[in-house]
């Protein structure tokens, strides 16, 4: 997984001092919101047996890729999402071309191989279909792969980004994960394709009342101005690029505060250093890790329980979508 940017820790001072304060603003947020949740839930749970309705119908997945997308996956491990997006794609995606696909890791090939037994079966098979497989690439200075440079995509994907250096102590863990998010959104603000900020077409209602029993994520969907399928970038329109970072949704990740760090960075440590770039949230939704056939997600230190490590279990997985602001 990708490293740090280096330099002297002195000149991180300010920026990890915000960056600090800020994760302790959110801790006390998440407190007060979770707890406001589970009221809301045992709220809407007296409320339905009350009106004896069925059930609720279960969830819509969100597929933020569209056929015509040349999208860029990073941060890859084994493999296994760039496979399921190649051979098991959703309905709407079964025409995406592979050759539209290029999937990196940090690995290199060999330690690739090494770390998740699974993966060269995995390459062998997405070359020979068409997908670009590059190794080496670190996430944070994209800029410095020659494969990549030049290029442009309109979907840039890291699913489960971590730093992977095994600090115990949380809040340097999260101040670490935060950096590396950080760097990420810079050097990915260089590969995005430019034009309009995408629309973002809100969620057909389902056939009920709005006080129904309607389903929580969906719910969640059309609050943040989700989508089915290829809501974005369907159009002929030329759009901007977007990133989608996808994350479990429940502590420590959520102390990250994604959507904060793209929206409202910290500013530089460095005088000399441009200021980092500022992206507007299109959307955000759950991940339905069953949608892609075959995807596991693997342990950055795959080496782990001999390659089959897997984190990340449990809990809520959702991805958050940016486009860079004008």
Known sequence: MPVMAKGKSGKKTSLKAALSSQQSRLKKKQVASQAAHLAERSKKGTQSQSKGKGKALPPRSTIPFHPTDHILLVGEGNFSFARALVFHPPSSLVYLPAANVTATAYDSEEDCYAKY?????????????????????????????????????????????????????????????????????????????????????QSRKRKQEADDEEDEAEEDNASQGGVHADGIGSSNAKTRGTILITLRNVPPYTLWDVPKLAKDPPPSSSASRKPSPRYVQLRSFVFHRNEWKGYEHRMTKGERAHGLGKTGEGGEDRTWEFCLKD
């Open 117 to 201: 037994p699974d993966a060269a079966d995995i390459v062998s098979a997405l070359r020979d279909k068409g997908v670009e497989v590059v190794f080496g690439v670190d996430a944070t200075r994209l800029e410095k792969c020659a494969a990549l440079r030049g290029r442009k995509w309109n979907r840039v994907v890291w699913n489960f980004p971590h730093a992977g250096k095994g600090i115990t102590d949380q809040d340097r863990n999260i101040l670490t994960n935060q950096l590396l998010v950080m760097e990420f959104l810079r050097s990915a603000a260089n590969i995005l394709t430019t034009g309009m900020i995408p629309s973002v077409m």
